[in-house]
């Protein structure tokens, strides 16, 4: 164990209304895993963690913690906060090599989850332990969602991912890669199969356009899918990448470990307005990356990108309007250009599907746990939400586990057959 570890263990204060946890989104029981920690019961704790959050060990990378825990802890109003994340990870990846979980004897019924993202991965875990048969259908061919083709190594170990999968197979989910529903499979098929719920846990893969001429040419890129396999990708030595949030960081990071010389990040206001983590902006800088403010593309164009210099207005209701400002155009040069500033839903699956209302961006609606306007149907994730953090897609998931295993008992289970057994005899 790192020594800084137990010395960040022995800072916790053990307070007794912690706030780390109420900073936490599903309320991690930090002080108490600590405590177990130091106590060396370290099993206790990771059993602890898991429970909570089947994916501590996922959190434990990804979360903005200096929002969220260590943002929270009492120790950083005047000085450096209980470095928690590394304290969980710690725990978390320690327990998740000596986990032996409970296989499912598959009695309470079907349940097909599509998608294996961080909502879907919770779900499964979390109704497989009450004994469900689940099944994943994943369109790619390993499991992971965002996890594994959204978040670059250096952030996210796939190496986690992996050894998560390994348990959901000890507790006997199914899963089926390379199976996208919505194109030979539809969710009528999965009912007409005997599955009693479907959950639609697909995330946001479809990358928004910006919509002005060029966007179809050779090296202009998306982000979303730079992600999904960079090393197919031959960008050159100069990269442009449009936007400033978090993926965009991770793109700026990422080229730079296939081969790129020089990235720079066009961003259509100020500094002050980049969405990004302000650690992953410092990383991104760290890199090498350059930063240009106050640019709007205007066209793609061989070469590069036609860039203007921008004016940014707020009316009284605090809204801004960015405007390009005319003669200001000139060539920014670059062998790639790569966009990243937002992506949305696919709609293969409720356009096979009847009964499944959208909004009018093509995220599924649902009510607070999950249930869709078809029943039987729930989804939480980015597909209802938008892009979200990982463990808000725990936090929702933990409901929606919750609600489908209701819905199912009431429709399915000994107390419905009893119901139907009175309606026959009387």
């Known amino acids: 164990m790192s020594k800084h570890i137990i010395d960040d263990a022995k800072r916790c204060l053990q307070c007794k209304n912690p706030l780390c946890t109420k900073g936490c989104p599903v309320a991690t029981p930090i002080k108490e895993s600590i405590s177990l920690l130091l106590d060396s019961r370290i099993p206790e704790a990771g059993e602890m963690l898991l429970a909570n959050n089947p994916l501590s060990l996922v959190c434990s990378h990804v979360c903005p913690q200096e929002n969220q825990c260590e943002g929270h802890c009492v120790l950083g109003k005047k000085g450096s906060p209980v470095h928690i994340s590394a304290i969980e990870e710690y725990i978390s990846d320690y327990y998740l090599n000596i986990y032996k979980p409970k296989k499912s004897n598959n009695s309470r019924g079907r349940v097909a989850i599509i998608g294996s993202g961080p909502a879907g991965l919770t779900i499964a875990f979390y109704l497989a332990q009450r004994d469900y048969d689940v099944t994943i259908f994943e369109q790619n061919d390993q499991v992971g969602g965002i996890l594994r083709y959204g978040i670059p190594e250096f ?62 040419l050779g090296h202009v890129h998306y982000a979303i899918e730079y992600l ?135 995220l599924v609606k649902t009510d607070e746990s999950g249930r869709t306007s078809r029943e039987g149907v729930f989804a939480s994730g980015d597909v209802v939400t938008g892009a979200k953090t990982v463990v808000e897609a725990v936090r929702i998931a933990k409901n929606v586990a919750n609600a489908i295993d209701e819905y199912i008992q009431t429709e399915y289970g000994e107390g419905a057959k009893q119901e139907g057994k009175e309606a026959l005899d009387t």
């Open 228 to 362: 999904r396999n960079p090393s197919v990708y031959n960008l050159g030595k100069r990269v442009a990448i449009i936007g400033a949030g978090n993926v965009a960081m991770d793109v700026a990071r990422t080229v730079f470990r296939h081969d790129a010389e020089e990235v720079y990040i066009l961003c259509n206001k100020g500094e002050s307005t980049i969405t990004a983590r302000p650690h992953e902006v410092e990383y991104a800088k760290i890199d090498g990356a350059r930063f240009e403010f106050y640019k709007s593309a205007v066209e793609f164009v061989d070469g590069g990108v036609m860039v203007a210099d921008t004016e940014v207005t707020v009316d009284e209701d605090g809204y801004e309007t960015v405007t390009p400002i005319p003669g200001t155009e000139n060539l920014f040069n670059a062998d790639s250009v790569i966009i990243a500033i937002s992506q949305g839903p696919r709609a293969v699956i409720v356009s096979s599907s009847k009964g499944i209302d959208v909004d009018d961006v093509g």
């Open 155 to 216: 952030r996210l170990p796939k190496s986690v991912i992996d050894r998560f999968t390994e348990r959901l197979y000890e507790m006997g989910v199914k899963i089926k890669p390379n199976a996208t529903i919505g194109a030979n499979l539809t969710v009528d098929d999965l009912f007409r199969d005997d599955f009693k719920a479907v959950f639609i846990g697909t995330g946001v893969w479809r990358p928004s356009k910006i919509n002005i001429k060029g966007e179809s």
